[in-house]
């Protein structure tokens, strides 16, 4: 999921421009999803963010040190691809939906918007997004898990057996991997659990992205007109990189609690399923994990959050400027 791109809109850019500088703000940044997030959200031995590093390096264990931490980036590919699709995307249904809530509250598009207005808007971008992402979002999580799942089997040298140095030769040969790509994932999910496999979690999705996207609107204007120094329209840079930062923060505590039970409704479809549905997922994981289960990932979230919106908003002020001087 990539939150923190999306501001108030100046009026007078053309909407093109705001989706050409939602694409390039969000290609300045890798996609914000991470394998360790994944793993936390949907396994519940990790007791942390070091735990979970240390034991998916160990598990990818390949000749390769180069593919073991490629490891770390399994499933990443399609979101990437995406990223700047789906983030020109929500620009415009952003700026769309501002300018008509301003043309029918103040009769103007050019209205400076309440915080109303610019949460209803933020909210409306958000749910336009699940139906683009919930597929790709579907991939990755199930191409970062089957490697867990594979390593469910009981071995009989124990969990904690140290490796051999000299294996012994298989018997038969290992199954590789159910997925062997993103396209191949997507294809496997359609042909099994046909096109609602492909948006699975979506209910989840709705609320994670409309909730925590009108957040991240609406916290962003708040900071920047706190920061703006005084006779002036706009931020400095400091102020736009504080704003950012600390809007990305929010943004994801708001998304994590849904953000957990999307990636465990989604990653449910491999072997047994075990949730029936959103409450149910919802009321199975806090009772056999507490209420602190809704919040894993959040510390992973917001270390990564914070600098990488700190860099989207610097690049997209930037592309702002430019695409003002060359329209004036």
């Known amino acids: 999921m990539v939150l923190g791109t999306v501001v108030p809109l100046s009026p007078s850019v053309p909407q093109i421009s705001h989706l050409r500088r939602g694409s390039l703000s969000c290609s300045a940044h890798s996609q914000q999803g991470c394998d360790n997030q994944v793993r936390i959200q949907t396994e519940p031995k990790y007791t942390g963010i070091w735990h979970c590093i240390r034991d998916t390096y160990r598990r990818e264990r390949v000749p390769s ?99 051999p140095t000299c294996p012994a030769p298989p018997v038969g040969r290992a199954p590789g991997p159910k997925y062997r790509g993103p396209l191949h994932c997507l294809a496997s999910v359609a ?72 990636s465990r409704l989604q990653a449910d479809g491999q072997g047994q399923r075990r949730y029936r549905g959103l409450l149910h997922c919802v009321v199975t994981s806090v009772r056999e994990e507490g209420p602190r289960v809704l919040f894993k990932g959040l510390s992973l979230n917001c270390c990564r959050a914070f600098p990488v919106n700190m860099v989207v908003f610097v690049t997209y002020e930037a592309v702002l400027r430019l695409m003002r001087g060359l329209l004036s």
């Open 65 to 163: 040190t180069c593919r073991q931490v490629w490891g770390f980036y399994r499933g990443l590919s399609l979101p990437v691809c995406t990223v700047s699709l789906v983030s020109s995307v929500s620009f415009g249904t952003y700026r769309h939906c501002l300018t008509h809530i301003c043309r029918f509250r103040y009769g103007s598009a050019d209205a400076k918007p309440a915080k109303t207005d610019i949460t209803l808007s933020g909210f409306a971008s958000g749910l336009v997004r699940v139906f683009l992402t919930s597929p790709t979002e579907v991939a990755k999580v199930r191409l970062q898990t089957q490697t867990q799942t594979q390593q469910r089997r009981p071995s009989a040298s124990g969990p904690s057996a140290a490796p």
């Open 191 to 262: 042909r099994e659990e046909g096109l609602r496999g492909l948006y699975k979690g979506s209910s989840a999705l709705l609320f994670r992205d409309g909730h925590s996207f009108a957040t991240y609107f609406l916290s962003y204007a708040i900071l920047c007109e706190q920061l703006t120094p005084a006779g002036r329209s706009r931020p400095d840079v400091l102020g736009v990189l504080v704003a950012g930062g600390c809007a990305g923060v929010l943004a994801w505590a708001v998304a994590t609690p849904m953000d957990v039970i999307k």
